[in-house]
């Protein structure tokens, strides 16, 4: 039964795990949608992180640090919306910015940080029905068990495709994303569009660092987020901007982060009476090393661009045309 | 709708919709219109004629709430119109086609057409509200605010557009995604745009630039019937045919200034083309006769693919000598492109042989053509013609860039590559170039960019000149000296292929004129022995029985091997 437990345990670790680039995940998707490339998302989620911390213990509430996080997550995208859309700058340069500025930020002030304690989002299930689906066998606890804010990624993920394909605003979104100036043509404020887009995504940037340190972690350490921003912006670029492959995504994400982590535990090499042991035990070894297994998201994300360029695959669920372009109307 | 048709008393009842006094728009370094007026009257269709750089799309722009003026009034219905973004023109009642269409590809048609608007779903339409409680909950403010901007009812305006398609005979399928339809189909998703949102005056951006004559002719059809219905029209354009056709009323600009406006029906065609560039324009081209030499090109059974991989030439064969002019007849997309492309070096053929001077080159890259005197005239000048974002100066040697006189291996001697571009500027009348240092190839007009790019093909004294399309788009002034280079390169010895869907230009310029359909020559002739009305047949495919007709010159090599050619693919 030793396999049954690590499954469950894994699942319920992929589950959790996926929570982060989730929430960091749509944020990115939504900002690229309306054409804006943001790569401080792991700066914003340290940010949301270290500040969820310091405003739940400050008021003893997780809700408040969760919102709190997700708004300072806001405010640090509002640097880049200034920077990319006002001032046009160039996108990348000042995404990165924005991570290395998370980073110091979050470095220098969480420090004293770092030992605090504080109640952080408990595990629980959905109210009403929540019971009985708890009772389901592997997915019942796995999925149906866990803090608020894996719910709320999950509620985010049909919000979020219901706004870009069902509503007035998300059409105008995608517009600003696809040509501004079309959009603007049509009576769009290409910048509030884009202003918008870029401020919710440092929203959900920041909910995720908020969940990362007061659900996940449920501790404050220096650079927590290790590299979950950059994952969810592979994460975006893997699921062709679409939400619902994003979740997925997520997951699959997910379950090599668990992997990595329990990989001490996954003794797969072949036992000695095995003829091909002495050549694949070394092999095994390699791909079940954490720091070869961390690559794995990215270089499912470069298998992914392989093979939508080669299958030309690309015309339906491509990258928005005007991402990373800056729009002013009389330069044309 | 938005505007009380009630007029006060005082105000005099006037046929004009629109006026715009004394516009003025500068640009740095650039004054694009100069105190311009335009007054268009309710119902007419109203031309506004210039070269390419005239003012014309800036004049529209500033309309169209686009960009701002520095001076100038604009008066809409009588009442000043203040336009600070394009929605104050939208509201106004006016309505824009752009020269480049303003269509999201990824977009259905519904979806592009009633972008912006905000229509709520079914639930929130006033009219679907009823009475009772919930009723005026839905109706009340804060939830139509919530409604317009977190719903999305498409199935209303689905209906509306549909039958605004109806009654002008658009073929277009609403829920089609827009990157499916073809370029007619697009403009025509344009005009449905402004007709959804009831325009008074809709303004094309030289709508014909890229539509086939036969699209064209169908847009005017339906101007016609739009003007009938009350609506007025500014056609925006340089093809002096087409103001003579269906305008009423004409405006000129010229390098900004504002030429003066007629009524179309006073004027000709070449006063029209002495109002527009500032001098008489010849439409007589004068074309002496040459002895052709040696084949420069000789393209055997040569077959190739499109980007999709569809079979877009199979087996044609082509010769051109040197000091004549071949033309190319054929309507887009019948394999013109491929077969300039291969001959030009920039696309592998897939069969077949080409000998440039007796050279053979099937399989050699662009750089060996070039090596070997090919010059090439791309279809779209943007794309494949120039680097865009590049200065002039650097599209100027993109070809001869390696030459001595620019430098040796390793450095270039950019005086010398600035003077020759400033001298290519001067000589090719390239206009809008203040530095060719500092002036990027995009920022060019369209019939200047075509002439800095014949400019560099050109003065390489190329044996070999492939120009597809060289005058597509570009306004009479810049028409007229294109083609006088051409003939020109031709009298110096080059030998010219030259693709075009000008008729008019084929029989002017070509010494011989061969006919493409469906990736095969299915004539071949000169333009003494054949008429426009046979060319337009074969070019449609209509011709398969007239081969004979060509077949009966036994003299003319090249009509022989088309009949050789014709029995050999049956």
Known sequence: MTDASFLIGLADATVSASTVLILAGLGELISERAGILNLGVEGMILVGALSGVVATVMTGSYWIGFAVGSICGLLTATIHAFLCISLKADQAISGIMLTLLGTGVTTYFGQQWASAQFTGFPDRTLPVIGGLLVEIPLLGPTVFEGPATDFVALGLVVAVWWLLTRTNLGLEMISVGEDPETADTMGIDVFRMRYLAVLIGGLLAGAAGA???????????NNIAAGQGWIAVALVIFARWRPGRLLFGAYLFGLFNSLRLRSQSLDLALGPESPLAGLLNPVIEFLLNPAIMSMYPYIVTLVVLVATIVLRRDDDSAQPAALVQAYSREAD | MWMSYIQPPVTVMTDDLLRMESIVKTFPGVIANDHVDLTVRRGEIHGLLGENGAGKSTLMKVLYGMYAPDEGTIRFDGEPLRLDRPQDAIDAGIGMVHQHFKLIPRLSVTENIVLGSREPAAPFRQENLGDGLLATLRSSDPVQAVASRFSLGLDRPQRRISDLADQYGFDVDVSAPVRELDVGQRQRVEILKALYRDVDLLILDEPTAVLTPVEAERLFETLERLVDDGLSVILITHKLKEVKSVTDRVTVLREGEDIGTVETATVDRSELARMMVG?????????????????????????????????KLSSVDVRVDAGEIVGIAGVSGNGQKQLAETVAGVRDPTAGTIEISGQGLADASPEEFVAQGVSFVPEDRHEHGCAGDLSVMHNAVMKDFRDEQFGDSVLFDYGSVGDFASELVDDFDVRGVSDVTTNCAKDLSGGNLQKLILARELARDPDLLVANQPTRGIDVGAIEFVRERLLEQR?????????????????????????????????????????????????????????????????????????DGGRSDQ
């Open chain 1, 211 to 221: 969940h990362l340190s007061l659900a996940f972690n449920g501790i404050w350490t």
């Open chain 2, 279 to 311: 001098r008489d324009v010849l439409f007589e081209i004068d074309k002496p006769d040459t002895t052709v030499g040696e084949p420069v090109l000789e393209a055997t059974g040569v077959s190739a693919i499109d980007d999709r991989g569809v079979d």
């Open chain 2, 491 to 563: 009298n110096r010895g080059t030998g010219v292929l030259l693709f075009s869907e000008d008729l008019d230009e084929l029989f002017d310029l070509s010494d011989r004129l061969l006919v493409i359909y469906e990736g095969e020559i299915v004539l071949r002739t000169t333009p003494e022995e054949t008429t426009r009305e046979q060319v337009s047949v074969e070019m449609n495919g209509g011709g398969e029985a007239q081969v004979s007709v060509a077949d009966a010159d036994p003299a003319d090599t090249a009509t022989r091997r088309a009949a």
